[in-house]
């Protein structure tokens, strides 16, 4: 087995699970002894992940924004391993990169309704599954050091910084930091500790949809060489980071957003070592307005004047 604390016979529910970071979440707490649901809107995948782990696993096809299917998973998970310990709340889409002019409604609110209800739908369901398996819960002080559950939810680094692009995505990340600090909140009295982790570039079918534009998939790699560590993060460097806030190593921390993005949130681009003048602002308007902006034409960029 692995050599995390109070993970070994736990179960735990990993939602976006049949790829990504999901697939590499499940893969590691089954090395370190958990027993792995794998929930996915995928259900073929969802079932290779779950067969291809080395330990105890089931699977579900289930639509985190729909409260029956959240029940549904519940319920699978409960029927075959009899208690759920663990949660990692990971389904999520990426939207489009449409110019905000150009969104729609339905886009908006189909990147919120996976994105945000479906970490609701699921940190309520963590909740009210802790609270049937201890009717009773005793002061934190009284539990064991792995407390009564663990949450971790997929946060991103588009939780803590801006862009002019994925605007639903970006929103969507920003209100999921809300539900973390509103539940850790709630959930430290009753030993049920909420944390998140926030990636950054790490390549996976999550941004699949936009394979060529820019800020889409064929550049990540290209703009992760930016970051101190100069490359793109893997879904397993993710894993490890979910894992271990799962476990008992980390029985003191909730609320809390771990950045796992090879160091780019601690960036400053206005400094040189953050790559300031080194691109080419008017390029860079005309890709995403169209138009040269009043700006750019006022201070042109290298090699325009």
Known sequence: MGGLRG??????IVTGGGGGIGAATARRLSVEGVRVVVVDTDEPRAREVAESLPGPSAWVRADVAAKADVAHYLDVAVSHFGRVDLHHLNAGIAGSLTALPDLTVTEFDRVMAVNVRGVFLGIRAAFRQFAAQSAEPSPAADLAADGAGAIVITASIGSLRGSADLLPYQTSKHAVLGLLHGAAVYGGPLGIRVNAVAPGIVPTDLFAATPDAPGGKADMTRRASTTPLR???TADDIAG????????DAAYMTGQVVSADGGASIVSSVRPSGGAGAWDTDAH????YGRRTRQSAAHPGPGLR
Do not use: K
């Not at 993970?7 to 735990?12: E, F, N, P, S, T």
């Not at 980071?241 to 008992?248: D, E, G, H, N, P």
């Not at 308007?285 to 995403?288: N, Q, T």
């Open 231 to 233: 490359r793109a993060g």
């Open 285 to 288: 308007d005309r890709a995403l």
């Open 7 to 12: 993970l070994d016979g736990r179960v735990a």
């Open 241 to 248: 980071v979910v894992a271990f806030l799962l476990s008992a």
